[in-house]
Nanobody
């Protein structure tokens, strides 16, 4: 069984910073891409950033230059450093990972439970 556990959300003032972490655990053979999505109230879930196993990154235009995604393959962990936060960054942030579980022949997308990020003006 595979699970993703997130941490690091919270309340911060505009202009502040937060760092999210997400660790995958369980029967994991390999992890392909990892990343973060977010969902604000009344809106659809949207991509924030992704990173491949070889550390190629992709960002939503709205966070470029402010957010940095990274990962530690040895720890099965992905991070999201969020700087210069804005009220419009307020959302539930979800971690995801494309994982090949031990004993499987294909990759499956797994999701974390979500962590709330609130940015006050």
């Amino acid at each position: 069984q595979v699970q993703l556990v997130e941490s690091g959300g919270g309340l911060v003032q505009a202009g502040g910073s937060l760092r999210l972490s997400c660790t995958a655990s369980g029967s994991i053979f390999s992890i392909n891409s990892m990343g973060w999505y977010r969902q604000a109230p009344g809106k659809q879930r949207e991509l924030v950033a992704t990173i491949t196993r070889l550390h190629t990154t992709n960002y939503a235009d709205s966070v470029k230059g402010r957010f940095t995604i990274s990962r530690d393959n040895a720890k099965n962990t992905v991070y999201l450093q969020m700087n210069s936060l804005k009220p419009e960054d307020t959302a539930v942030y979800y971690c995801y990972a494309r994982i090949n579980p031990t004993g499987s022949t294909w990759y499956t997308d797994y999701w974390g439970q979500g962590t709330q990020v609130t940015v006050s003006s």
